[in-house]
């Protein structure tokens, strides 16, 4: 959801705005919601919906519910089926955690405040006519010259260098760490290397793909000047390598999910199915059959290369124990953050120890133990999450749920892995001008000299 670096700006906005109105919780909230509505109003109206950005949070909803042109902001103030948004706080609720850790936006008893870096005059002025008409009207009045300017397509706004600015942690083109804290220092940090890995690797599909290529395999993390001077490309190392672990436990999750259905199953046959699964022989021969987890010293892109001839179960139960493997290759921070800061339920230091276990023992009753220990572990979840109700009553949050030793799930998991955000860091890096698609000129000249990159 937070793809948008024009959201940034508007509740970095709405910050001062506040403190400068003294508005209390209540009256940020219907501030923000009614922004929100408005700044949907002004996308629908004025970008093109197959543009590069799309359009703006909030224009579905506000077509499904098509308030009267004058009269959008009764979908703002309104709850229920009639609101744009089911969350109270609407979009906020997804940009709050980022904006305060940017240190655009603070929060004082609920109210929106100005963060540790002050909103500038000029991004304050560009929304003062939105929050005009949040404050006097019942909705926005079209066609405006200075509402259009707040389109999502509009190019060169005010809010674009302050917004550099502050992703790059400069003042005035200039990076002065001691002027800045520790979360704008490891921002920073994290654009130079994700822009340094895609002026290294343009052909790259996708993000991701390049900043992998960059820092988690091969000799580039050590042997580039820039990369190999930062110290916290070590650490995304370990932590785009621990991805494939996770993303494994996460389709093997789902999988097992799948097979309980809605008719459920006992532990046996959950058992049976995972057995069903998984190749004959031993552990330890399985792993020694696997592809090496590094090359002359540096990581090699083992699973990437059991992703591409994917075989379901077997592959991810193989991802897992190349996961334990990579214990043994790591050091330093790359293994530090691989690891984790302290020992977990189903990490790689948990796979690690099953693997030694196991070794002799067959791959189906490694299989069963893995069975044994998500079901474990989804407990553990659920009863951390159990709340009670005013009449006393619990609710569990669980999609896996155990009646007298069988299993039934209420609903799917989903397979997909958990986001790394590098994907919409390098979106916003694009739109506030650091970065481009084009791989003739992967880093823009502006973003060479903020983030101190060679051209």
Same mark, same amino acid.
């Given at each position: 959801?937070?793809?948008?670096?024009?959201?940034?700006?508007?509740? @970095?906005?709405?910050?001062?705005?506040?403190?400068?109105?003294?508005?209390?919780?209540?009256?940020?909230? &219907?501030?923000?919601?009614?922004?929100?509505?408005?700044?949907?109003?002004?996308?629908?109206?004025?970008?093109?919906?197959?543009?590069? =950005?799309?359009?703006?949070?909030?224009?579905?909803?506000?077509? &499904?519910?098509? %308030?009267?042109?004058?009269?959008?902001?009764?979908?703002?103030?309104?709850?229920?089926?009639?609101?744009?948004?089911?969350?109270?706080?609407?979009?906020?609720?997804?940009?709050?955690?980022?904006?305060?850790?940017?240190?655009?936006?603070?929060?004082?008893?609920?109210?929106?405040? %100005?963060?540790?870096?002050?909103?500038?005059?000029?991004?304050?002025?560009?929304?003062?006519?939105?929050?005009?008409?949040?404050?006097?009207?019942?909705?926005?009045?079209?066609?405006?010259?200075?509402?259009?300017?707040?389109? =999502?397509?509009?190019?060169?706004?005010?809010?674009?260098?302050?917004?550099?600015?502050?992703?790059?942690?400069?003042?005035?083109?200039? *990076?002065?760490?001691?002027?800045?804290?520790?979360?704008? &220092?490891?921002?920073?940090?994290?654009?130079?290397?994700?822009?340094?890995?895609?002026?290294?690797?343009?052909?790259?599909?996708? @993000?991701?793909?390049?900043?992998?290529? #960059?820092?988690?395999?091969?000799?580039?993390?050590?042997?580039?000047?820039?990369?190999?001077?930062?110290?916290?490309?070590?650490?995304?190392?370990?932590?785009?390598?621990?991805? *494939?672990?996770?993303?494994?436990?996460?389709?093997?999750?789902?999988?097992?999910?799948?097979?309980? #259905?809605?008719?459920?199953?006992?532990?046996?046959?959950?058992?049976?199915?995972?057995?069903?699964?998984?190749?004959?022989?031993?552990?330890?021969?399985?792993?020694?059959?696997? %592809?090496?987890?590094?090359?002359?010293?540096?990581?090699?892109?083992?699973?990437?290369?059991?992703?591409?001839?994917?075989?379901?179960?077997?592959?991810?139960?193989?991802?897992?124990?190349?996961?334990?493997?990579?214990?043994?290759?790591?050091?330093?921070?790359?293994?530090?953050?691989?690891?984790?800061?302290?020992?977990?339920?189903?990490?790689?230091?948990?796979?690690?120890?099953?693997?030694?276990?196991?070794?002799?023992?067959?791959?189906?009753?490694?299989?069963?133990?893995?069975?044994?220990?998500?079901?474990?572990?989804? &407990?553990?979840?659920?009863?951390?999450?159990?709340?009670?109700?005013? *009449?006393?009553?619990?609710?569990?949050?669980?999609?896996?749920?155990?009646?007298?030793?069988?299993?039934?799930?209420?609903?799917?998991?989903?397979?997909?892995?958990?986001?790394?955000?590098?994907?919409?860091?390098?979106?916003?890096?694009?739109?506030? #001008?650091?970065?481009?698609?084009?791989?003739?000129?992967?880093?823009?000249?502006?973003?060479?000299? =903020?983030?101190?990159? %060679?051209?």
């Amino acid at each position: 959801m937070t793809r948008y670096a024009r959201y940034y700006s508007l509740y @970095w906005a709405v910050a001062a705005h506040a403190e400068a109105s003294r508005l209390n919780r209540d009256e940020c909230r &219907r501030l923000v919601r009614r922004a929100e509505v408005g700044m949907a109003v002004i996308s629908k109206a004025y970008d093109d919906a197959d543009g590069t =950005l799309g359009l703006t949070h909030g224009v579905d909803a506000l077509t &499904r519910l098509h %308030p009267p042109p004058g009269s959008e902001f009764e979908v703002a103030d309104g709850a229920g089926a009639r609101s744009y948004s089911p969350r109270s706080w609407g979009f906020w609720s997804q940009y709050n955690g980022p904006s305060v850790a940017l240190g655009t936006v603070e929060t004082d008893g609920g109210a929106l405040r %100005p963060g540790r870096h002050r909103c500038p005059a000029q991004v304050l002025a560009m929304y003062a006519p939105l929050f005009t008409a949040c404050e006097r009207g019942q909705g926005i009045s079209l066609p405006s010259a200075e509402l259009e300017r707040l389109r =999502l397509q509009q190019e060169q706004t005010p809010d674009l260098e302050p917004l550099r600015g502050v992703f790059t942690a400069t003042l005035d083109s200039r *990076h002065d760490p001691s002027l800045w804290s520790g979360d704008d &220092r490891t921002r920073r940090a994290t654009l130079r290397v994700l822009a340094r890995c895609w002026q290294l690797h343009p052909q790259a599909k996708t @993000w991701l793909e390049a900043f992998a290529a #960059g820092v988690a395999y091969g000799p580039t993390a050590r042997e580039d000047p820039v990369l190999g001077g930062e110290e916290r490309t070590a650490t995304w190392r370990g932590v785009v390598l621990r991805h *494939h672990s996770v993303g494994a436990w996460r389709r093997l999750w789902a999988d097992l999910v799948a097979a309980v #259905g809605s008719d459920g199953a006992f532990r046996r046959q959950l058992h049976e199915w995972i057995s069903d699964r998984l190749p004959s022989g031993t552990v330890a021969s399985f792993v020694a059959d696997l %592809p090496p987890t590094d090359l002359d010293g540096d990581p090699h892109p083992a699973e990437d290369k059991l992703r591409r001839a994917d075989a379901g179960t077997v592959t991810d139960v193989a991802v897992l124990l190349l996961g334990a493997r990579r214990l043994d290759t790591l050091t330093g921070m790359a293994r530090r953050s691989f690891a984790g800061r302290r020992s977990t339920y189903l990490d790689p230091t948990w796979v690690a120890q099953l693997r030694r276990e196991f070794a002799g023992r067959s791959v189906a009753d490694l299989g069963r133990r893995l069975v044994d220990d998500m079901l474990a572990q989804s &407990r553990r979840v659920a009863m951390r999450k159990v709340a009670v109700g005013p *009449h006393g009553t619990f609710a569990l949050f669980s999609r896996l749920h155990e009646r007298n030793g069988l299993y039934f799930a209420d609903s799917a998991e989903g397979r997909d892995n958990i986001g790394l955000r590098i994907p919409q860091l390098a979106g916003i890096a694009t739109q506030v #001008g650091l970065l481009t698609a084009d791989p003739a000129q992967p880093v823009t000249a502006q973003g060479c000299d =903020l983030l101190d990159l %060679p051209a």
